[in-house]
């Protein structure tokens, strides 16, 4: 997608999150030169495409509770990859779901789901649940939990300081 | 972890207000004052609970990016992975448990950008990574059901 140099600015402005402030679309139409209406304006044109996936609180897990998250790998083949893909993705317990490319002879694996829970247990519990639920019996996958948390934040999308492109901050 | 506090990480992961005054709105539909909403909020976002409020974007749509994984010694885990994280380009980045045991988030203006991003990482660390984009995507919705029992 091709955005203007005007919808770059306003990326870079709330990519960050909203203040905290009684006006908050008039706060960030402030500092780059928008009326208020025009960005939330383009917000809604946003989200009505898809450039937004959502609005609203954003949440750490670990901070909540949530110490265990594990990625889960699936060899599936080619042909069924898209269906599976799609049952996997509804399932509550998954939180996002992902075809990937295959890298032989090191990576088998092609789809890609991610599972948050209290403890281990419960994460295991789901990737039961998970192969029962989509017929995933004796197909080759891997559970791989997480440890330390080097880095996590929102995708910095544009550069502030240049405006030019959309290289991170 | 008060009822407010509750509601808010629950209820409102999507769905925010495009009202010129969003939190008004909020603080009516759970009865509160906008003055204590907002105080929450700020709580929420200084205990770390809260990473921030506003949109998330389709990465996609706005840069190009690509999750990519990294075979690194238990020895040089915290070097390479302090490599990575020096780039502005990367958003995520978690130690898992696997022979490929680095896996990161790189998101970037161009594909060029990114492809130099991932050479020069190759070309410090010597460690070739695997690099994976997205083909097809299933579920991409982050809003998290959170359950309190």
């Not at chain 1, 609005?55 to 594990?70: D, F, P, T």
């Not at chain 1, 192969?131 to 080759?140: D, K, M, Y």
């Not at chain 2, 204590?36 to 998330?56: D, N, T, Y």
Request: glycine share 8%; aromatic share 8%.
């Amino acid at each position: 997608m091709d955005l203007s140099v005007r919808e770059l600015k306003l990326v870079a402005a709330i990519q960050g999150g909203l203040p905290l402030v009684t006006r908050p679309y008039a706060a960030i139409a402030a500092e780059i030169g928008m009326s208020e209406s025009e960005v939330i304006d383009r917000l809604a044109r946003w989200l009505a495409d898809g450039t937004i996936r959502r609005m609203g609180i954003v949440v750490r897990h670990r901070e909540l509770g949530y110490q265990a998250n594990a990625m889960v790998v699936w060899d599936i083949p080619d042909d069924q990859v898209s269906d599976v893909g799609q049952r996997m993705g509804e399932q509550p317990a998954v939180t996002l779901c992902y075809r990937r490319p295959r890298r032989l002879p090191d990576w088998p694996f092609n789809l890609f789901c991610m599972i948050h829970g209290r403890d281990r247990d419960v994460v295991r519990g789901h990737v039961d649940a998970l192969i029962r639920q989509c017929g995933l019996e004796g197909v080759a996958h891997e559970v791989l939990f997480s440890r330390r948390r080097f880095k996590q934040r929102g995708a910095r999308c544009v550069n502030t300081a240049t405006q030019r492109g959309f290289h991170a901050r | 972890m008060d009822c407010l506090e509750k509601s808010l990480l629950n209820d409102f992961q999507r769905d925010f207000p495009l009202s010129e005054t969003p939190f008004a709105v909020i603080a009516a539909s759970l009865g509160v004052g906008e003055g204590e909403l907002i105080s929450s909020l700020h709580a929420l976002q200084s205990e770390g609970a809260v990473s921030r409020v506003g949109p998330v974007f389709q990465t996609d749509r706005v840069g190009v990016s690509t999750l990519a994984a990294m075979a690194v010694p238990a020895e040089r885990l915290e070097e390479v992975a302090g490599l990575v994280n020096a780039y502005p380009e990367t958003n995520h980045n978690y130690e898992r448990e696997h022979h490929f045991n680095l896996w990161f988030v790189l998101t970037a203006s161009t594909q060029v950008r990114l492809r130099n991003v991932l050479k020069e990482i190759e070309q410090r660390s010597g460690i070739e990574p695997l690099v994976l984009p997205m083909v097809e995507a299933y579920h991409i919705d982050l809003a998290f059901g959170l359950q309190w029992t």
